[in-house]
């Protein structure tokens, strides 16, 4: 891998639905189903395919809110995304940080095509045509 990331194939490969087995699902307004992967997928996918050197995260708050910037390089600056959560009613902390890193991670394109079909079915279908 080279010292960046230059290609857009490698930005287009952040984008890469997630095996089936990855996505959970939880309640949401309305008895939505809502899929949703874990902090831990955006970060193994960030190594995977930009690599653990090219990658980087920051958190900031603003007005009560935790905001993750996550960073590439890419051809040869730091460009930023980012994204925030308020805390959640479980681990509070720890959910506004796992989830704004989530969000952030969506700004890049992981794990996006989750939102699209829950928002438009209820419930997640994977792009090979397989129940998330």
Not at 22 to 31: E, I, M, N, S, T
Not at 70 to 75: E, F
Request: charged share 30%; net charge negative.
């Amino acid at each position: 891998m080279s010292d960046e990331v230059a290609e857009r194939g490698y930005l287009d490969e952040l984008k890469d639905p997630f095996p089936v087995e990855k996505v959970k699902y939880r309640q949401g307004p309305g008895g939505k189903q809502l899929a949703y992967i874990d902090a831990r997928d955006v970060a193994d996918r960030l190594d995977e395919v930009v690599g653990q050197a090219f990658w980087q995260n920051r958190y900031t708050c603003v007005n009560g809110v935790t905001v993750c910037e996550i960073g590439l390089k890419v051809d040869g600056e730091w460009t930023w995304k980012s994204d925030g959560a308020p805390e959640t009613t479980i681990e509070a902390e720890k959910g506004a940080l796992s989830d704004a890193f989530k969000r952030a991670g969506v700004k890049w394109g992981i794990a996006r095509y989750l939102y699209d079909a829950t928002a438009t079915t209820g419930a997640a279908t994977h792009p090979t045509g397989a129940a998330a």
